[in-house]
């Protein structure tokens, strides 16, 4: 809480993007040796910018690239219980530099059409140029994505709810339940229950009431500007625009670090 009260004095003094600046290149240092030594013995391996890569994710080429593996097999893993994804048009929506999608193809088949979609150019301008075999398009922060009603067999969004308003959360179920397919799977991961240590005390009373919270330190979409879902709200808004839960997988803390919540529809 310290920490969301620190960030709100420093968005008014508006020295908050050097700060991630200084950040940034805090982390540039700390991995310095081991990101020099992974690109040695990878050559091989396209990487995106230093600073996509940390507005992205974090800033470690090792944690990017080879962990990006089991990332995808644990999300193949998810959706296989209730959909087997052969012959599947497949959409990573909010790709960013495409850290999960670039190794789906060897997880879930080359008999699939992958799609990634970002709000970011930059991102998606490296992702066509350095990720083959995947369709990369553009889109806003706000809807409509650039495809056809009934695309899509499966559409998943690691951390993207938790950068939207509540505006944008109601506009996006609505476009995503319309690109999908009948009976196709919406994937989704949210900050729940244990990020509540993140929220002031009149936060957290309106998240126990059901309602979204908003830290709007930057635009919305950036990661500093960030969402926190209680599961009564994910199941409201769910219903509200015809999607069928599932499974929901409430998160932990694992090493200290808290994990987002797993949702899973269906149209």
């Known amino acids: ?19 991630e ?8 240092f700390k991995n310095r040796k081991e990101n020099k030594q992974f690109s040695i013995e990878n050559p091989d391996v396209k990487l995106p910018p230093d600073f996509y890569m940390y507005e992205t994710f974090q800033l470690n080429y090792t944690k ?21 994804l052969k012959n599947s048009f497949i959409l990573d929506w909010g790709c960013g530099t495409g850290r999960i999608l670039r190794h789906l193809p060897n997880i879930a088949g ?10 970011n150019p930059k991102y998606v301008k490296w992702c066509q140029d350095y990720l083959t075999g995947i369709d990369f398009k553009l889109n806003q922060v706000t809807p409509p994505l650039s495809y056809k ?28 339940y ?14 729940g229950n244990v990020h509540q240590f993140k929220l002031t005390d009149k936060e957290q009373k309106e998240y126990e009431q ?3 919270v908003v830290h709007d330190f930057k635009k919305e979409g950036n990661r500093l500007y960030a969402a926190y879902q209680p599961e009564s709200f994910m199941k409201n808004i769910a219903k509200q625009y015809h999607f069928n839960l599932l499974k ?12 987002q919540d797993v949702w899973i529809f269906k149209k």
């Open 1 to 19: 809480m310290k920490k969301i009260v620190l960030k709100r004095f420093l968005t008014k003094l508006n020295i908050l993007p050097l700060i």
């Open 110 to 119: 080359n008999s699939n059409s992958y799609f990634g979609s970002d709000y």
């Open 248 to 259: 929901h997988i409430p998160g932990n803390l694992k090493n200290g670090k808290a994990q």
């Open 178 to 191: 319309n690109v999908l397919k009948p009976n196709g799977i919406l994937f989704l991961t949210t900050h």
């Open 149 to 176: 009603s009934n695309t899509f067999d499966l559409i998943y969004g690691i951390s993207i709810f938790t950068h939207l308003s509540l505006e944008q959360h109601h506009s996006w179920f609505k476009e995503l």
């Open 21 to 28: 600046y200084i950040n940034f290149y805090r982390q540039k």
């Open 210 to 212: 059901g309602n979204l």
């Open 64 to 84: 990017f690239y080879t962990e990006g593996v089991p990332t995808a097999q644990w999300l193949y893993d998810h959706v296989s219980e209730f959909k087997e």
